[in-house]
C-alpha cells in the first residue's frame, strides 16, 4: 500500500464496505479516469514490465488483453492449480467459442467503455469472466500476451483450487450463456 501510495500517478482505492476481489474491483472501476484500465495482482506476481506490452495491444484495438501464463510460464502453479486452469479454460474454450489459453489470469487490461457500460455484480474472482463477457459484448477483439506469473514475494493465495474452481466453472457457464444468448445487458 505505502509503495503504492508513492507514486502520483496510483490511486489507491480501499473499498470497507464489501470484501473480496469483485468487490474491491469495482470499486476501482468506479474511480478510473483514464481510457485503459490495467488489473493486477499485489503480490508482486506479476510483472509491471508488461504493462507496456497491455498498452500497446490495446492501442492496436484489443478491447481486452489478458496476460497468458500458459505462454509466459508461471512460478505459482502446483498441479492442481495448472490443471484446473487447462480444463476451465477449454470449458471456456467450447461454451464461448473464443479460443484464449489463460482466461482466468488476473493480470487484465481492457478499455474502460468495459465497466462503464455495464453494472457488474460479481463479488470474487468470477468477475474475472464477467469482465471477458462484457469485452466481447463490446465487440472484441480478446488478445493475449505471454506473461510470467513470478512466486508471490509476499501474503498467501486467497484462492483454493478446488472452491474457487467451482465457482469459475459455474461463472464460466452463467457468463457464457449470457454472452452466446446476447442477453447481456448495459447499463
Known amino acids: 500500500n505505502a509503495i503504492a501510495r508513492s ?24 474511480e478510473a479516469k483514464g481510457d485503459y484500465i490495467i488489473m493486477l495482482d499485489a503480490d508482486y506476481s506479476h510483472i509491471v ?23 509466459g510460464g508461471s512460478g505459482e502453479y502446483t498441479l492442481v492449480r495448472a490443471f484446473g486452469n487447462r480444463f476451465l479454460t477449454l470449458t471456456f474454450i467450447v461454451l464461448w467459442g473464443v479460443k484464449v489459453t489463460d482466461v482466468l489470469n ?8 468495459v465497466v462503464k457500460n455495464y453494472d457488474y455484480t460479481s463479488r470474487s474472482y ?9 469485452a466481447l459484448q463490446e465487440g472484441g477483439p480478446l ?12 501474503g498467501e493465495m486467497k484462492s483454493k483450487a478446488l472452491r474457487d474452481g467451482f465457482k469459475f466453472l459455474k461463472a464460466i457457464i452463467k457468463w457464457g450463456l449470457k454472452y452466446r444468448f ?3 445487458t448495459k447499463k
Open 7 to 30: 507514486y502520483t500517478f496510483v490511486k489507491v482505492v480501499e473499498e470497507r464496505l464489501e470484501r473480496g476481489k469483485g468487490a474491491a474491483l469495482r470499486a476501482g472501476f468506479k
Open 182 to 184: 446476447g442477453i447481456l
Open 126 to 134: 468470477e468477475i474475472e469472466l464477467e469482465l471477458v463477457a462484457h
Open 106 to 113: 488476473g493480470y487484465k487490461a481492457f478499455k474502460k467503455q
Open 49 to 71: 514490465e508488461d504493462i507496456k506490452k497491455f498498452i500497446e495491444k490495446l492501442e492496436q484495438g484489443a478491447m481486452l488483453v489478458i496476460g497468458s501464463r500458459h505462454i
Open 143 to 154: 488478445v493475449e500476451i505471454p506473461s510470467y506469473e513470478r512466486a508471490r514475494a509476499g
